[in-house]
């Protein structure tokens, strides 16, 4: 049985000439078949690449914001809007205001009718909704925002 040139390409078959050599025929796709899975296999680092790099700032900006005080003029309004903050032990106003800027950080306060959101609002409100959660380790992530 004798094989055309495009046959050979196509099965990927070897070849001996009359003088000895030996011509190797390799799928045309096969070319194909690695840069595809040269270029999937990239993008599948760079994807995931981005997400660790995604994940790891979020982590860090967690921290960063569970360990940032508030500022001295955010304590006097949680002093006036909230009262009962003054008598928490310094502890555990530390982790509060750690909470409240997370809080702050992840949830967008919008007014409805025309109703302008102001600081003392917002941080009447982060106040309250994170002092049930002060005894625990537990964070509002993924939280819905607010409609005042």
């Known amino acids: 049985m004798r094989l055309r040139h495009s046959e050979f390409l196509r099965l990927g078959m070897r070849r001996r000439l009359s003088c000895g050599a030996v011509i190797s025929y390799t799928y ?11 270029l ?7 994807v995931s690449g981005a ?17 940032t005080p508030l500022s001295k003029h955010q304590h006097a309004i949680l002093a006036e809007q909230v009262p009962l903050i003054e008598k928490l032990p310094p502890q555990l106003r530390k982790k509060l205001d750690g909470k409240i800027n997370l809080f702050l950080n992840q949830v967008e306060f919008s007014g409805c009718n025309g109703l302008d959101v102001t600081e003392e609002m917002k ?4 106040a309250q909704k994170n002092t049930r959660l002060l005894a625990s380790a537990v964070y509002l992530i993924g939280v819905t925002p607010v409609s005042l």
Request: proline residues 0%.
């Open 51 to 67: 997400w660790v790099y995604w994940s790891w700032s979020r982590k860090e900006t967690h921290k960063r914001l569970l360990t």
């Open 123 to 126: 941080l009447s409100i982060a």
């Open 40 to 46: 999937f296999l990239v993008t599948l680092l760079i």
């Open 28 to 38: 045309k796709s096969e070319a194909l078949r690695y840069e595809a899975m040269t």
